[in-house]
């Protein structure tokens, strides 16, 4: 009995003990452990904006755990902001989509869309604006391009991505307006 009264918590704190750390355990509690505690590392860099910030991807070799900030970066030393943070929620939030949607013009309601059928949408689009908005010189000069089409890129592209759509909007279609979430 006495043996289990010395393990009460709040006895320990009010016989002087801090109220914190140790004194404040339960078996319960010092038998936690992290969720990473087992978990693989990955260093990678967080995609939401130009700083770059390191991370560490804790993964299980299937399943992402959880992405924290990398102390060996010398951009952030370990920190990440909000949006950093929550950046393990892109791959596992229940809201995220995961289908095309797609609303009509003049329409009021979204729809899904099979990504093929999306896709070839999209190709159409930027063909047809393309050709009829395609200026070949301007004041005697040759330009070759067409303004009637931007790129907007997204966070979540990777370095690999963003070289390539680059290549492919400005060498290969001519479009000049190309930029990307990632800069602001
Ligand atoms: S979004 Fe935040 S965590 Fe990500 S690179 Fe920018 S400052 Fe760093």
């Known amino acids: 009995m006495k043996h289990l009264l010395q393990r009460w918590p709040f006895l320990r704190q009010l016989t002087g003990a801090r109220a914190d ?8 509690t010092r038998a936690l452990r992290p969720r990473t505690a087992d978990a693989q590392i990955a260093r990678s860099v967080c995609p939401f904006c130009a700083v770059g910030c390191g991370q560490r991807v804790h993964h299980d070799g299937q399943r992402i755990l959880a992405i924290d900030g990398d102390p ?26 995961t289908r ?40 005697g000069e040759p330009v070759r391009h067409t303004t009637a089409v931007a790129h907007l890129g997204g966070a979540t592209l990777d370095n690999e991505e963003n070289y390539l759509l680059k290549k492919l909007l400005t060498a ?13």
């Open 21 to 28: 750390g140790e004194a404040a355990m339960t078996s319960h």
């Open 100 to 139: 095309v949607r797609y609303r009509r013009p003049g329409g009021r309601d979204w729809e899904d869309l099979p990504l093929d059928r999306a896709m070839d949408m999209i190709a159409d689009r930027i063909w047809d604006s393309r050709a009829r908005n395609w200026v070949d010189e301007r004041d």
């Open 72 to 97: 060996e970066s010398p951009i952030n030393q370990g920190t990440l902001c909000p949006k950093g943070s929550a950046s393990h929620q892109l791959l596992t939030h229940d809201r995220r989509l």
């Open 172 to 184: 290969g279609l001519g479009v000049v307006n190309v930029s990307n979430q990632a800069r602001i």
